[in-house]
């Protein structure tokens, strides 16, 4: 039955659950994309031959039901002309294919199943490599914005980045709320402006106090400036 036999497992895959459960989603795009081109290849090329298959029953079929109807009619001239030996022998003969025809129509019915289904398949197969295209170019646009934003850097640069990102936040963030008490009886204003320094600083990569000295005197520094 050749890929007619996998129809089951084509029909009930399942594109982004798989992409879902993946841990590189890239590289399981692609071998999955080179799978699904391969089993379109095989259904396109046993749908011609099935579809072929399905014409040679449907005319088989039609050629027998067109010699049973055609010796019906000449029994029914041949007992109005009152020839029953005739119309015996013509009935008969349409006794005979009977048997003919109900292999016939089986034929032709499983025939029409398969090529139904490898209809299917094939529209299946097309609409899950659509899929696997738009997800595809969705991760190929997040990557490339992500190494753009990290100045080229590899995906686990980024992962460190983001991470370095979340301590300097962290720190500047119990910064502001240590200044915040020290000048517990400042304007709101005067606190924003602070946070608003402290994160500029962060921007322009300004290294943290290396110790607590040196802290106190940063944090004496802001603060006269403020006076």
């Known amino acids: 039955m050749g890929i007619l036999s996998r129809f089951k497992d084509i029909m009930a895959s399942n594109v982004n659950a798989l992409l879902d459960r993946a841990e590189d989603p890239e590289k399981t795009i692609d071998q999955y994309m080179?799978?699904?081109?391969?089993?379109l290849g095989k259904v396109k090329a046993e749908a011609a031959s099935m579809l072929a298959d399905e014409g040679r029953?449907?005319?088989?079929?039609d050629e027998c039901n067109a010699e049973i109807r055609k010796l019906q009619r000449y029994a029914?001239?041949?007992?109005?002309?009152?020839?029953?030996?005739?119309?015996?022998?013509?009935?008969?003969?349409?006794?005979?294919?009977?048997?003919?025809?109900s292999e016939l129509q089986t034929a032709y019915e499983l025939a029409s199943a398969n090529?139904?289904?490898?209809?299917?398949?094939?529209d299946k197969l097309v609409a899950d490599i659509g899929r696997l295209e738009a997800r595809h170019s969705e991760l190929k646009g997040k990557l490339a914005a992500i190494k753009m934003n990290s100045g080229g850097s590899s995906l686990g640069d980024v992962n460190s980045s983001f991470d370095a990102l979340e301590v300097k936040?962290?720190?500047?963030?119990?910064?502001?709320?240590?200044l915040a008490e020290l000048r517990a009886g400042s304007k709101?204003?005067?606190?924003?402006?602070?946070?608003?320094?402290?994160?500029?600083?962060?921007?322009?990569?300004?290294?943290?106090?290396?110790?607590?000295?040196?802290?106190?005197?940063a944090l004496k520094e802001k603060l006269n400036k403020k006076e």
Do not use: W
């Open 34 to 39: 080179r799978s699904l081109h391969q089993d």
């Open 57 to 61: 029953a449907r005319r088989a079929l």
């Open 76 to 101: 029914e001239k041949s007992v109005e002309a009152g020839k029953e030996e005739e119309a015996r022998k013509f009935l008969e003969r349409k006794a005979a294919l009977a048997g003919k025809q």
């Open 115 to 122: 090529a139904a289904k490898m209809k299917q398949m094939q």
């Open 169 to 178: 936040a962290n720190r500047a963030l119990d910064e502001a709320m240590a």
């Open 188 to 217: 709101e204003d005067d606190l924003d402006d602070l946070i608003a320094q402290l994160e500029e600083d962060m921007r322009n990569n300004a290294k943290p106090p290396t110790n607590a000295e040196d802290e106190l005197a």
